[in-house]
């Protein structure tokens, strides 16, 4: 220090007052130094050398660079100026080392002083503590920060559907927001055992980089699991909670891990964060990593929650099976591939045959057993990656892919058949059932869309089941041609009901014994105006499936009954009945019996003018409400007509639970006659049993004089058929029976 430069030599003359200037320099309360013009503290008070930890000799001495390292300090423009005297005095904040090595932060005012002449002397400076200001500017400085990091990591956890970004985002943002050098994240495994790194973070410098590469601390994670909460580490020498050899092992000496919950009550992970020196985690810094915990267990939860209801959306409750959506959803994907693969794709389509049934007689809850037994039994028929999925009610779908050779497909479904026919514990009952199954095919290179693959197989499923259940069968170019034009006459048939395109011919019954007619047939016919005449043996199935049938049967019943009044009214027909076809869908409505009551009374025609005609299966398919409907026109008087006997499984037994008038044998039936004594045999069988049971039997489709003969011969009551008369126009009709009557009893025989 230069002795010529010390204040008390420039100013001899004010002694006294430098003796006062010194003591309260010296005791001053506020830090405080004299500084020389080239920048060094030539004096430095008691106050600043207890700010900054060093005693005064050390200041005067190496305490140079405290202040002279920093844009703020002597050195810099500011400083200059004042030694030059350009200006008198400034400020400046700014951090200074304390000598047990924590910052201090002062704000220092250097101001000039002159000697007489003016010319510049030395500076005093003045420095003022605002450590505490500092800290608490910093930590609202990195609370802001943090906060504006945890709403932008939140803001990505909405939208981030990918968990492995999302964790990646959160480490970011701890690594970005604290000042650490390591931060990880593990995740519990699913069976609560072992902890799988997910993501991390490591600060660049080389330590923390030569660090474990699972970032976290497995002791440490452990402790945090076990603890369910953080754990802060301050320094892991002092640590004895835990184990601390992984820690020390890797340098590190300070940490915090806190448990990220998952969706349910198992936590999903572990959250930690470490750095190479002890510190001491503030209150901010483990609220702004349970924050960011929250955040991320907020985003599992939710895409848990997502995950439940995509689940939800794409698959069948009863069964857990994909649903619809989803298998059209793999069948896209699959058909996709299969070009690519150059490989088959098969959609089969399973309908178990008489679920009704089973729902019936042994209840739905049986019902549901049945499909949730039937589901693993079928998927462990498939290949793993094969897609078995639930449709609807009885329905399955099953979607075969890659396959080298399309009668794969073909081979599974027999698999397939085999299965569902194994006895299933339903309800207490060995239950056997059968399934159909339709298989449509789409070839490598075929321009096909799922939808109608699906359909394609469904239409197959239906001729399995017509050609007679527990079958498999291919759909092909035939039924497509045919699912087409089957969709374009059902359409037209829409048209035709509701523009009254339809009209009623009548087929007159004849009496065998009397020899005259004795009642009607009604059949319905529809002219289409550009393809003619279409069969009702096409159009019936057609309406019956696409729920044109109650209208239509409604119509031809309104019309037959009303054609009946008239002849009434008109003296002709008054002692014959009307009969009516009714079909299985209309007899499975409640409410028949009732509206054919009523419309009986409205046209006041006596209900045994009525035959219902009904065929066996239609009374089979459900049979509880068909026996109420039955029953109920049988009470009112209606009478009921068994239709089309001898076709199908026709069976003797069930003849008698039924309230039955009449019965028709089949024209099938009536045809093998003359070639088969089975058939005569049975048709004796049928008449005899008719007697005992109070029922007529009508043969229909008698097409020739020996046919008649030997109907009649064998007991038969009534013949239909060309033999007798063709269905016929109702203005035709009195000339229609006039001549059968007239050649019946031109054979001689007696009219009764
Ligand atoms: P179905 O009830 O057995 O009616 C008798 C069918 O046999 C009629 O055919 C009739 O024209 C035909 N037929 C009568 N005698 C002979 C014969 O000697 N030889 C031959 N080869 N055929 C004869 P159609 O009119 O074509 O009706 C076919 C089926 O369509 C009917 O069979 C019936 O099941 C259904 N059907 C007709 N009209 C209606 C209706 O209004 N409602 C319902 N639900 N079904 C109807
Ligand atoms: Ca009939
Ligand atoms: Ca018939």
Redesign the pocket.
């Given at each position: 220090m230069d002795e010529a430069r010390t204040p008390e030599r420039e100013s001899g003359t004010l002694h006294e007052a430098e003796a006062r200037f010194r003591i309260a320099f010296e005791e001053a309360g506020i830090s405080m130094a004299i500084v020389g013009l080239d920048g060094a503290f030539l004096r430095v008070n008691r106050a600043l050398s207890e700010l900054l930890g060093y005693d005064e000799d050390a200041l005067l001495g190496g305490g140079f660079d405290l202040i002279h390292h920093d844009a703020g300090g002597p050195t810099s423009d500011n400083w200059r100026k004042l030694a030059t005297g350009v200006i008198e005095r400034y400020q400046f904040d700014r951090p200074y080392r304390h000598a047990d090595g924590r910052m201090v932060w002062g704000s220092t005012t250097l101001a000039l002083v002159r000697d007489s002449a003016g010319a510049p002397l030395y500076a005093i400076g003045q420095m003022q503590d605002i450590t505490a200001r500092k800290e608490a500017e910093e930590r609202a400085d990195r609370r802001a920060r943090q906060q504006s990091a945890l709403a932008r990591l939140s803001q990505l956890a909405l939208n981030e559907q990918d968990v492995c970004m999302l964790t990646r985002a959160t480490v970011a943002t701890i690594a970005a927001s604290l000042d650490v050098s390591l931060v990880g994240l593990t995740e519990v495994d699913a069976d609560g055992g072992g902890l799988t790194h997910v993501c991390g973070w490591r600060g660049d410098d080389a330590d923390a980089g030569a660090h474990a590469p699972d970032h976290l601390d497995e002791a440490h994670a452990r402790h945090a699991l076990d603890h369910g909460s953080a754990v802060v580490v301050q320094d892991a020498a002092d640590e004895t909670r835990f184990d601390v050899a992984g820690l020390a092992a890797r340098g590190l000496a300070s940490g915090i891990a806190i448990p990220v919950a998952g969706e349910g009550a198992a936590p999903y992970g572990v959250l930690g964060m470490y750095a190479t020196a002890p510190r001491a985690f503030d209150h901010d810094d483990l609220a702004f990593l349970s924050s960011v915990a929250n955040v991320l267990t907020g985003a599992l939860r939710r895409q848990a929650a997502e995950r439940g209801l995509r689940h939800q959306a794409l698959h069948d409750p009863l069964t857990q099976l994909p649903n619809r959506v989803l298998l059209l959803d793999r069948l896209r994907l699959a058909l996709a591939r299969r070009r690519r693969e150059n490989r088959w794709v098969a959609v089969l389509c399973l309908d178990v045959d008489d679920f009704k049934g089973v729902n019936d007689s042994l209840g739905h809850a049986a019902g549901d057993d049945l499909l949730r037994a039937l589901a693993p039994r079928l998927s462990e028929t498939l290949r793993p990656f094969d897609t078995l999925a639930r449709l609807g009610a009885d329905e399955f779908a099953i979607l075969l892919e890659g396959l080298d050779d399309p009668s794969e497909s073909v081979r599974v479904a027999q698999r397939l058949l085999n299965v569902v026919a194994q006895p299933l514990d339903v309800a207490g009952v060995a239950l056997r059932t059968t399934a159909s199954i339709g298989i449509a095919l789409a070839a490598p290179v075929a321009d096909v869309d799922g939808e109608d693959l699906l359909r394609d197989a469904n239409v197959a499923t239906y001729r399995a089941k017509r050609a007679g259940r527990g079958r498999a069968e291919l759909f092909d170019d035939a039924m497509r041609a045919d699912t087409v034009e089957r969709l374009a006459l059902t359409n037209d048939l829409r048209r035709a009901i509701e523009q009254n395109e339809l009209r009623?011919?009548y087929?007159p019954l004849v009496h065998l014994g009397r020899r005259q007619a004795s009642g009607f047939?009604?059949?319905?016919?529809w002219t289409h105006p550009e393809r003619g005449e279409i069969?009702?043996?096409r159009f019936?199935p057609l309406a019956e499936q696409h729920g044109l049938?109650e209208p239509?049967?409604e119509w031809?019943m309104r019309e037959?009954l009303t054609q009946l009044r008239r002849w009434h009214d008109d003296g002709f027909a008054l002692s014959m009945g009307m009969s009516?076809?009714?079909?299985r869908v209309?007899l499975s409505r409640p409410g028949l019996a009732l509206e054919i009551v009523a419309l009986l009374e409205e046209l006041e025609l006596a209900p045994d003018r009525l035959i219902v005609?009904v065929?066996e299966s239609a009374v089979m398919e459900d049979p509880d409400v068909a026996n109420a409907t039955l029953d109920a026109l049988s009470d009112y008087g209606v009478r009921i007509a068994l239709?089309?006997f001898g076709v199908g499984q026709s069976s003797l037994a069930c003849l008698r639970d039924l309230p039955l008038n009449a019965l028709?044998l089949?024209?099938q039936f009536i045809t093998s006659l003359a070639s088969s004594r089975e058939a005569a045999a049975i048709v004796r069988a049928v008449c005899d049993m008719a007697r005992t049971l109070r029922f007529v039997v009508v043969a229909?489709?008698?097409?020739t004089e020996a046919q008649w003969q030997v109907v009649e011969a064998l007991g038969c009551d009534f013949g239909?058929?060309?033999?007798y008369a063709?269905?016929t126009r109702p203005e035709d009709m009195r000339a229609t029976v006039a001549a059968i009557d007239a050649r019946l009893g031109g054979r001689g025989a007696a009219r009764v």
């Open positions: 009623v011919v087929q047939e009604a059949l319905v016919r069969p009702p043996g019936i049938i239509l049967g031809v037959a009516v076809n009714v079909s209309q005609e065929t239709d089309d028709k089949d024209r229909e489709g008698v097409e239909q058929g060309f033999l063709r269905p």
